[in-house]
């Protein structure tokens, strides 16, 4: 039986990306809403936060190790699978992704020691500190990957000499045109990420009784930074589409299953794309809607798929769904954010059970988003590995049968799901075993009014040090 390398590469690839882009924008958003309890324990004394912070960095360690196994292994296949598109854009990528290692992952395992291990055996503000480095990590590795990835959408700052990447200009390849648009929509994924699993798991808590006060302080802050969050991200994703359509706008013509270029667009919300055909089944449009939100005009011009040759088109399918799924998500996530915010505002949010039982839902649901975010981003760059330069055929490893391909994609999944399955058990071991309980002294310390030092009787520091002695 003859098997494709370059299908079984590209399913290999799209599993272990998948995969693994789970992890980081859950990390990200985790990483920086510890930094943030850090600070306000460092800043009030009030032991809740502290708690609160040592139970999500336990959970913030056991997804970071998954995250660095499932990233070391998608960095390998572009030598093993894609060695052709490997040498070709190495004077870029090489060095982006160094810069990732040296300037980020260093500084997250470092730091990441300390925010571990060191609480009782470092000065808290070096403790809060390093909360800071691991959060400030986070965010510099995604940018270079990011950087790397934006670029292979809209390269810029190189030329192509004998099919090598020969570069210009290193501010124009790193800060390309897509970076900005997508960094942000990243970040703020990341944010309603971590912020949906923390009130999910907070509402659940809620909802039996269970770690009220710890419950109701997290609760509250993820939902005014998720109240804020969502409809940011409305906003940043419609400047990133606008994007997309000036440098990739059959991508475009692909999420809103646009065929033939016309003034006046639809906005199509359901239909079945059929490629052969070049038409849509079953489509439920609204007229001139497209136009006016990818062109801010009822005339603006949307190009269509039939503009370009039938194999310069992505898979209309995958795109055309994934897209809505990424965007009636995110409608959701402003409806429930939203709706909490309402209910916190007029003082009864911890209250309100079938709410509280609707965020404890949501926690699974900004992953699915990502993915579909992501499915969108990468088939509809489709057939392109480099936009417009090299195509996926032609970077595969020449060398590569079917057989190898097929071997290793088995071997990726087998391990995978052993660290997957793992891994969950385990979260779900910390999830159910809540944050440390509050010990009365430190709950008394914590509520003991601080006075001032002129308020302290004379001679009574001294007495005290003579009874603790």
Known sequence: MELDPLLLSRIQFAFVVSFHAIFPV?????????????????RTGDPVYQKLSQFWIRIFAIVFGMG??????MAFQFGTNWSVFAYSSANFLGPVLSYEVVTAFFLEATFLGILLFGRDKVPPGLHLFAACMVAIGTFISSFWIL???????????????DGLVQMTSWREAIFNASLPYRFSHMALASFITGGFVVAGVSAWYLVRGRNPRSSRKALRMCIVMLAVATPLQLLVGDLHGL???????????????????RQGAPLILFAIPDSEAETNHFE???????????????????????SVP??????????????????GLGML?????????????????????????????????PFIAVLAGWFVTEIGRQPWIIYGLL???????????????????????????????????????????????????????????KRPWSAVPAGAVELNSQRES
């Open 284 to 306: 439920i449009a609204i007229p001139r809607l497209g136009s006016l939100i990818l062109t801010h005009s009822l005339d603006g011009e949307v190009q269509g798929l039939t």
């Open 147 to 161: 950087s790397a990835n934006s670029w292979m959408h809209t390269p810029a700052g190189i030329e192509m000499v």
């Open 26 to 42: 859950f990390t990200i958003g985790l990483a920086s809403y510890i930094a943030v309890l850090e600070a306000i324990a460092f």
């Open 391 to 449: 195509r996926i055929e032609d970077a595969v490893t020449p060398s590569l049968s079917g057989w190898m391909a097929l071997a290793t994609l088995l071997g990726y999944i087998a391990v995978y799901a052993v660290v997957f399955s793992a891994g969950l058990i385990y979260l779900r071991r910390v999830i159910l075993a809540g944050p440390d309980p509050i010990e009365a002294a430190d709950d008394d310390r914590a509520a003991r009014p």
């Open 333 to 365: 996530f402003i409806f429930v954010s939203l709706a909490g915010a309402w209910q916190l505002w007029r003082g009864r949010l911890f209250e309100s059970t079938r709410l509280l039982k609707l965020i404890s839902l949501m926690p699974p649901l």
């Open 243 to 261: 994007n997309t359509l000036e440098h990739q706008p059959i991508k475009v013509a692909a999420m809103e299953g646009h065929w033939e270029t």
């Open 68 to 73: 660095v196994v499932s990233g070391i292994v």
């Open 310 to 327: 039938a194999e310069d088109r992505p898979p209309v399918g995958p795109v055309f769904w994934s897209f809505r799924i990424m965007v």
